[in-house]
């Protein structure tokens, strides 16, 4: 559809590329439109009747022409009118102009009556509207000559490439218009704009129809051949901006879109602003509002440690951390290129910020003492742990070290070390979990209820649904299925879900340490869930295909430990309001915090003895959490003894449970040495 580069004409061949040259060329034009602009003068002040001039004035004219243009040369170059890119000018370049042309005017006088000449009063008046306009208009001939020149080309073109419309004739689709009309590098034709305010019907927009309002869409791609939408509403509301891309995606042609409103206020509007449409933007509902300014004040001159802090969340909270006057950053990361990206990009960004970038493990509990006691954090954001379901249905041990004992093992350092403010990120999957990864985020915002109530931390929880963009996102998913033709799996035609973006995502949990008096579980209004199918076929239809015709779906069937449906609130917790609309509060549910930390010390022993019966042991503690049962016949007293057995110790030995599980660590450790020994000497 598109043409050729080797076919098209190109203005750029035909333009001088030495900045000298171009200059000298405005020079002549300049210099040329002096001498004319004298004789109009004279010419229009005898009425066009050229043999009535007097003598007198055209030899003064001929006499001064010559000084007149060294005058010229010099009141425009130290104006620096030969150094501004014309094609880019705008009012302010022209205003210099015409002050530039004024100056060169009221020196005109001087010089004749210095040179013993004398010209008629109206002459100088004429001169300077004449030379101004000359000049205006010569340097605006690096915007319209161009412009004329890719029109006429467009025209020619017209039936060889793609037709546009344009959704907006606000400032942003003015914008737009005039780059796809003005530049080469934009291969459209501008066919039709559509806007639902009746003032702007039947009228044009530098030459473009506006067509009809939004319920016109699928008649005017029809009508006019439309492959290409392209919707410029940056400030519109988010169940506006659905409806129009709901229209949209049934028309079969490629959607793109506006980012931002902060794209209108740096007057960024341009073609290389369009993206492909995210999914994001058909979610339906407002984005948390949080004025960060306001709330942040509680970090100001802190030393902040964000564990996890290069993953999704956690690098997305260094980000907005970093530029509030933080007295020091820490992030904790146990995944050095993770840790490192992140690293160098605050280092580029925020060149003044006190940044410290560790490597280590939640699990390692010397390894936070130690972090802990060299840097005195005053807030932590505990946003490390494993998040992938099947993953951990696979390797549910895993999930208990790492969420569970990890949150277990830095609240324990928090409370130790004086730290001010904790706060956990949780997850919906929490709310009557089906998974492991669900039942261990329970548990951790059990840990943190249990150690809030032990201690003078203030200990929070922020619990969200799905984050799009994030690591493992199903978005990233189905638009690498799109790419590669197809098929999209989508494991139930009707499991649902909430979402939100990763800057929502962090403005709530900063908002929640601004929030937080210690104990609270923090829940997002989220508005409606989303069905994953729905969005799947948006997404294709988005792309220019249809779905079941050019991109096939297939449903492969839940996944171990999913469910159809996310909830983010148990009804035990009850509601409260906080300042901000869309953040509610849920209360702590009351237990027995003895029994649950018992619980824990069972807990860690079994998953590192990787026993099979963990999720018996969670269900223990997590009543709510519903899980398919292990095999019956393999019970607890069997799988201790073979764990004990394997690591070679004596079932008979009569030590305490603590005790017991130190001596299978140290037997464990002493024989993966002794193998490797053994190999080395081999």
Same mark, same amino acid.
């Given at each position: 559809?598109?043409?050729?580069?080797?076919?098209?004409?190109?203005?750029?061949?035909?333009?001088?590329?030495?900045?000298?040259?171009?200059?000298?060329?405005?020079?002549?034009?300049?210099?040329?439109?002096?001498?004319?602009?004298?004789?109009?003068?004279?010419?229009?002040?005898?009425?066009?009747?050229?043999?009535?001039?007097?003598?007198?004035?055209?030899?003064?004219?001929?006499?001064?022409?010559?000084?007149?243009?060294?005058?010229?040369?010099?009141?425009?170059?130290?104006?620096?009118?030969?150094?501004?890119?014309?094609?880019?000018?705008?009012?302010?370049?022209?205003?210099?102009?015409?002050?530039?042309?004024?100056?060169?005017?009221?020196?005109?006088?001087?010089?004749?009556?210095?040179?013993?000449?004398?010209?008629?009063?109206?002459?100088?008046?004429?001169?300077?509207?004449?030379?101004?306009?000359?000049?205006?208009?010569?340097?605006?001939?690096?915007?319209?000559?161009?412009?004329?020149?890719?029109?006429?080309?467009?025209?020619?073109?017209?039936?060889?490439?793609?037709?546009?419309?344009?959704?907006?004739?606000?400032?942003?689709?003015?914008?737009?218009?005039?780059?796809?009309?003005?530049?080469?590098?934009?291969?459209?034709?501008?066919?039709?704009?559509?806007?639902?305010?009746?003032?702007?019907?039947?009228?044009?927009?530098?030459?473009?129809?506006?067509?009809?309002?939004?319920?016109?869409?699928?008649?005017?791609?029809?009508?006019?051949?439309?492959?290409?939408?392209?919707?410029?509403?940056?400030?519109?509301?988010?169940?506006?901006?659905?409806?129009?891309?709901?229209?949209?995606?049934?028309?079969?042609?490629?959607?793109?879109?506006?980012?931002?409103?902060?794209?209108?206020?740096?007057?960024?509007?341009?073609?290389?602003?369009?993206?492909?449409?995210?999914?994001?933007?058909?979610?339906?509902?407002?984005?948390?509002?949080?004025?960060?300014?306001?709330?942040?004040?509680?970090?100001?001159?802190?030393?902040?440690?964000?564990?996890?802090?290069?993953?999704?969340?956690?690098?997305?909270?260094?980000?907005?951390?970093?530029?509030?006057?933080?007295?020091?950053?820490?992030?904790?990361?146990?995944?050095?290129?993770?840790?490192?990206?992140?690293?160098?990009?605050?280092?580029?960004?925020?060149?003044?910020?006190?940044?410290?970038?560790?490597?280590?493990?939640?699990?390692?509990?010397?390894?936070?003492?130690?972090?802990?006691?060299?840097?005195?954090?005053?807030?932590?954001?505990?946003?490390?742990?494993?998040?992938?379901?099947?993953?951990?249905?696979?390797?549910?041990?895993?999930?208990?070290?790492?969420?569970?004992?990890?949150?277990?093992?830095?609240?324990?350092?928090?409370?130790?070390?004086?730290?001010?403010?904790?706060?956990?990120?949780?997850?919906?999957?929490?709310?009557?979990?089906?998974?492991?990864?669900?039942?261990?985020?329970?548990?951790?915002?059990?840990?943190?209820?249990?150690?809030?109530?032990?201690?003078?931390?203030?200990?929070?929880?922020?619990?969200?649904?799905?984050?799009?963009?994030?690591?493992?996102?199903?978005?990233?998913?189905?638009?690498?299925?799109?790419?590669?033709?197809?098929?999209?799996?989508?494991?139930?035609?009707?499991?649902?879900?909430?979402?939100?973006?990763?800057?929502?995502?962090?403005?709530?949990?900063?908002?929640?340490?601004?929030?937080?008096?210690?104990?609270?579980?923090?829940? $997002? &209004?989220? +508005?409606?869930? %989303?069905?994953?199918?729905?969005?799947?076929?948006?997404?294709? =239809? /988005?792309?220019? @295909?249809?779905?079941?015709?050019?991109?096939?779906?297939?449903?492969?069937?839940?996944?171990?430990?999913?469910?159809?449906?996310?909830?983010?609130?148990?009804?035990?917790?009850?509601?409260?309001?906080?300042?901000?609309?869309?953040?509610?509060?849920?209360?702590?549910?009351?237990?027995?915090?003895?029994?649950?930390?018992?619980?824990?010390?069972?807990?860690?022993?079994?998953?590192?003895?990787?026993?099979?019966?963990?999720?018996?042991?969670?269900?223990?503690?997590?009543?709510?959490?519903?899980?398919?049962?292990?095999?019956?016949?393999?019970?607890?007293?069997?799988?201790?003894?073979?764990?004990?057995?394997?690591?070679? $110790? &004596?079932? +008979?030995?009569? %030590?305490?449970?603590?005790?017991?599980?130190?001596?299978?660590? =140290? /037997?464990?450790? @002493?024989?993966?040495?002794?193998?490797?020994?053994?190999?080395?000497?081999?």
């Amino acid at each position: 559809m598109k043409v050729k580069n080797k076919d098209k004409i190109r203005l750029e061949e035909y333009i001088p590329h030495s900045k000298k040259v171009r200059m000298g060329i405005l020079w002549i034009y300049d210099m040329a439109m002096v001498w004319l602009c004298s004789l109009l003068s004279l010419v229009i002040r005898f009425d066009f009747d050229i043999s009535a001039i007097p003598a007198e004035y055209m030899g003064a004219l001929w006499k001064y022409g010559l000084m007149q243009t060294g005058v010229v040369t010099f009141v425009f170059y130290i104006s620096h009118l030969y150094t501004i890119l014309w094609g880019a000018a705008g009012i302010r370049e022209m205003l210099e102009v015409s002050l530039s042309c004024m100056a060169a005017a009221i020196a005109q006088p001087l010089a004749m009556t210095f040179l013993g000449e004398r010209m008629p009063r109206s002459y100088f008046v004429l001169w300077l509207i004449l030379m101004t306009i000359a000049a205006v208009c010569g340097r605006i001939s690096y915007q319209v000559v161009p412009r004329i020149l890719n029109r006429l080309i467009r025209i020619k073109e017209k039936e060889t490439i793609p037709h546009v419309m344009i959704v907006g004739g606000g400032r942003a689709g003015t914008l737009i218009l005039r780059e796809m009309k003005s530049s080469e590098k934009v291969h459209g034709y501008p066919a039709c704009i559509v806007d639902d305010d009746p003032d702007k019907q039947g009228r044009m927009i530098d030459g473009v129809l506006v067509a009809g309002k939004r319920e016109d869409i699928p008649r005017l791609v029809r009508e006019k051949g439309i492959n290409e939408i392209f919707v410029a509403m940056p400030t519109a509301p988010a169940e506006a901006l659905k409806d129009i891309l709901d229209i949209c995606q049934h028309t079969g042609c490629h959607v793109k879109t506006l980012p931002g409103v902060y794209q209108i206020m740096n007057d960024e509007v341009s073609i290389s602003k369009l993206r492909n449409v995210q999914i994001e933007d058909l979610l339906g509902r407002k984005p948390i509002q949080v004025d960060l300014d306001e709330i942040m004040g509680y970090v100001k001159d802190k030393v902040v440690l964000v564990t996890g802090g290069g993953g999704s969340i956690g690098s997305e909270l260094c980000r907005q951390l970093a530029g509030h006057k933080v007295k020091q950053l820490i992030i904790f990361e146990m995944y050095e290129n993770n840790a490192y990206e992140i690293q160098q990009e605050l280092k580029r960004k925020y060149p003044d910020l006190n940044l410290v970038v560790l490597i280590g493990s939640v699990r390692n509990t010397n390894r936070l003492d130690s972090l802990f006691h060299q840097y005195r954090p005053d807030i932590v954001y505990h946003a490390a742990a494993h998040k992938h379901v099947p993953l951990m249905e696979d390797s549910p041990n895993e999930a208990i070290k790492n969420n569970v004992l990890g949150t277990y093992k830095t609240a324990k350092a928090a409370i130790k070390y004086g730290v001010k403010r904790f706060i956990l990120i949780s997850t919906d999957k929490a709310v009557n979990p089906t998974n492991i990864m669900g039942a261990s985020k329970r548990l951790c915002e059990m840990v943190i209820q249990m150690c809030n109530e032990k201690s003078a931390t203030e200990f929070v929880a922020v619990r969200f649904g799905n984050v799009l963009g994030s690591n493992g996102s199903v978005i990233p998913l189905f638009k690498s299925q799109i790419e590669k033709g197809g098929p999209v799996t989508v494991t139930h035609k009707d499991i649902i879900r909430y979402f939100m973006t990763i800057p929502e995502a962090v403005s709530l949990v900063i908002q929640a340490g601004a929030f937080a008096k210690g104990g609270e579980i923090f829940v $997002l &209004d989220m +508005g409606k869930p %989303v069905r994953i199918l729905d969005m799947a076929e948006k997404l294709i =239809r /988005l792309s220019g @295909y249809e779905p079941y015709k050019d991109i096939d779906i297939q449903f492969t069937g839940l996944r171990p430990g999913e469910k159809l449906y996310e909830e983010l609130l148990m009804d035990e917790e009850g509601l409260q309001k906080t300042e901000n609309e869309r953040i509610f509060i849920g209360h702590p549910i009351d237990m027995d915090y003895g029994k649950f930390e018992k619980g824990l010390f069972r807990l860690e022993e079994a998953a590192w003895r990787e026993r099979g019966s963990i999720r018996e042991m969670v269900h223990e503690l997590v009543p709510e959490y519903h899980y398919k049962p292990t095999d019956p016949g393999k019970g607890e007293a069997a799988e201790e003894a073979a764990a004990e057995a394997a690591a070679g $110790l &004596d079932p +008979g030995l009569e %030590v305490a449970s603590g005790e017991r599980l130190a001596l299978h660590r =140290r /037997l464990a450790m @002493y024989s993966v040495w002794s193998n490797e020994k053994q190999g080395q000497q081999e």
